[in-house]
């Protein structure tokens, strides 16, 4: 048994640490969005291979995020944690510098391995540093708002610096901030024990193995169809792939996803809402600037303050999450903010090359902002809500690989969905119809969280509040005297 969590003796700095941490490496989730129509036109890249500059750093990050997790059990997650920053540092240098497409691609590639190897570790250093209560629920609150902020602000800081600068800056960025961290993590950061075990290889193999094959179906759609050899080929062996992946993770004596972990109808639940709940946001994010940029006009610093709306309501709303959370159900806030993120995706959906900003694209996106805000804290939470102290890692790890899976096949179906529009028209109207017809797709995804939600998540949280509600109620029966 692992000795439960103390009070950290620098809880400040070590909340710090982490909370930027895995803010950078969620920064360049969607900081690449804002420069992508500049970055395409620099390295002269395809359809295809503009998705894969995105789908490459997140189908490696949520491919190797178990194993990550697992790494971080084995090896010491401080020691992981700093492994972790300099790979990712050092791979935001090289793309920044990167000649060609493929250099590009393939640094995003090796971005997600630094990036799977953090986040897991990060979230369970943060539950082991700070004790269940008050304290934690705090902690991960922020955790999972730093989610939805990073994704949002990074949207600014990329279209700031593509058009002042370059979009390579936005990956320059990268380069001081991860040594500021790399020096502060061994000084504040305290080590965690290093457990006894093996690495599930073949479990991530298999898991990875499988998403790609999946996604790069997905992908191919956009130029192959649905009925291409390729296509069918792909997607039939990522399906064969990933249910491999699960007969190894029964049988496994360590597995990297321990399948008691879904036992937990909040944690299930959980876990493929955020998958839904991320499909949807990366076609937002994705869609929206290219709306921006090449319907609307706006250059990259203009698109990117045209997601401040969005990002300001986000921010405000999720400081306001830690105050919120134990004074109602966790799950109230997550059904509110699917349901509000959803009214506002549909919203956006509507828009077509006559839209104007304010009423086709600010006005949603506040509800989305707002929506995010509300749902990030309480997906987290959920993620890892009872689980033992010896899978704290598996379920940091199943949370982190959900949401950058979602957002890889969310943007696969997005992208595939889009190419469905026939060409017609100006090149701008066309855009748009593709645009609205990627957010429908979106919204439809977002329907299924909301239902999940309130099908699966909900019920089970408002039954384990009314268990420790009579438990707590429950007066001490008095023993009966002895006769």
Avoid at 23 to 46: E, K, R
Avoid at 305 to 311: A, K, Q, R
Avoid at 313 to 340: C, E, Q, W
């Amino acid at each position: 048994m692992k000795p439960e969590p103390t009070t950290a003796s620098h809880p400040a700095a070590i909340l710090a640490i982490i909370l930027v941490s895995y803010f950078m490496i969620l920064l360049d989730n969607s900081v690449i969005f804002t420069a992508l129509p500049s970055l395409q036109a620099d390295l002269q890249l395809s359809t295809g291979e503009l998705t894969w500059v995105q789908d490459a750093y997140t189908l490696v990050f949520g491919g190797l995020l178990l194993l990550g997790a697992r790494a971080g059990d084995l090896l010491g997650r401080r020691r992981v944690v700093v492994l972790g920053l300099v790979v990712f540092s050092i791979a935001s240098l090289l793309i920044g510098l990167a000649p060609t497409g493929w250099w590009a691609i393939a640094g995003r590639a090796v971005q997600g391995i630094g990036a799977a190897i953090v986040a897991p570790a990060s979230l369970s250093l943060l539950t082991a540093s700070f004790p269940e209560g008050r304290e934690r629920t705090r902690a991960v609150a922020l955790y999972g708002a730093t989610a939805g902020i990073g994704a949002s602000l990074g949207l600014v800081i990329g279209g700031a610096l593509a058009h002042w600068i370059s979009w390579r800056a936005g990956f320059f960025v990268n380069v001081p901030i991860g040594a500021a961290m790399i020096a502060l993590a061994p000084r504040f950061l305290p080590e965690s024990g290093r457990a006894r075990g093996r690495f599930d290889v073949f479990g991530a193999v298999s898991a990875t193995l499988g998403v790609g094959a999946l996604v790069f179906g997905i992908i191919n759609t956009v130029d192959a169809g649905w009925t291409s050899t390729v296509t069918m080929t792909a997607v039939s062996a990522g399906v064969v792939l990933l249910i491999v992946f699960v007969l190894i993770e029964r049988r496994a004596a360590q597995p990297i996803m321990p399948l008691r972990l879904f036992a937990s109808r909040r944690r299930t639940g959980a876990y493929v809402a955020r998958f839904l709940y991320l499909g949807a946001m990366i076609a937002f994010f994705f869609f929206t600037t290219q709306f921006l940029q090449e319907v609307l006009g706006f250059d990259p610093l203009q698109a990117g303050i045209g997601f401040l709306p969005m990002t300001a309501v986000n921010f405000a709303v999720a400081m306001s999450i830690p105050r919120l959370m134990g004074k109602v159900p966790d799950s109230t806030p997550l059904v509110a903010g699917i349901l509000i993120t959803l009214t506002g995706m549909f919203w956006l959906s509507r828009v077509g090359v006559d839209s104007g900003y304010l009423t086709g694209v600010a006005l949603p996106m506040v509800l989305i902002g707002a929506g995010q805000g509300l749902a990030f804290a309480p997906l987290t939470s959920f993620g890892i809500i009872g689980a033992p102290a010896a899978d704290a890692g598996a379920a940091s790890g199943l949370v982190n690989t959900f949401h950058q899976v979602g957002t890889c096949l969310g943007l696969g179906i997005a992208v595939a969905a889009a190419a469905t529009v026939p060409a017609a028209g100006s090149a701008a109207a066309h855009l748009a119809s593709q645009v609205s017809v990627a957010l429908t797709t979106g919204s439809i995804l977002l329907l299924l969280a909301l239902i999940v939600t309130a099908a699966v998540i909900l019920p089970a949280d408002l039954a384990e509040r009314r268990s420790r509600t009579v438990t707590a109620a429950r007066p001490v029966a008095l023993a009966e005297p002895a006769r």
